[in-house]
């Protein structure tokens, strides 16, 4: 994808920005329990589309980053997972 067309994307997703090559987000939580439960949701909806993010995890945050590795960028599928990311959040 294109710098303009990731940017116009990325419109559509709160909170999602391009960073380091990947389109990423970090979400906030209150407990441990709460930001792993989140943490698990994501894996199951990354095995279920077979488009696995990196995350970094801490007690109350998750950082979520998506690229397309297969082409060494940005592609529709990022945007797909992170679109069902956010329905989940």
């Known amino acids: 994808m294109t710098a303009g067309q990731i940017?116009?994307?990325l419109a559509?997703?709160?909170g999602w920005r391009h960073h380091d090559g990947a389109?990423?987000?970090n979400f906030e939580f209150t407990s441990f329990e709460k930001t792993i439960?989140?943490?698990n949701a994501v894996a199951w909806i990354a095995?279920?589309?077979d488009h696995h993010p990196d995350m970094a995890i801490?007690?109350?945050r998750c950082e979520v980053a998506y690229r397309t590795h297969s082409i060494n960028g940005i592609s529709s599928n990022d945007f797909i997972c992170a679109a069902k990311i956010e329905a989940l959040f």
Request: aromatic share 12%; proline share 0%; net charge positive.
């Open 7 to 9: 940017a116009e994307m």
């Open 12 to 14: 559509t997703l709160s």
């Open 23 to 25: 389109i990423r987000k």
């Open 37 to 39: 439960s989140f943490a």
């Open 47 to 49: 095995q279920r589309e």
């Open 58 to 60: 801490s007690y109350s």
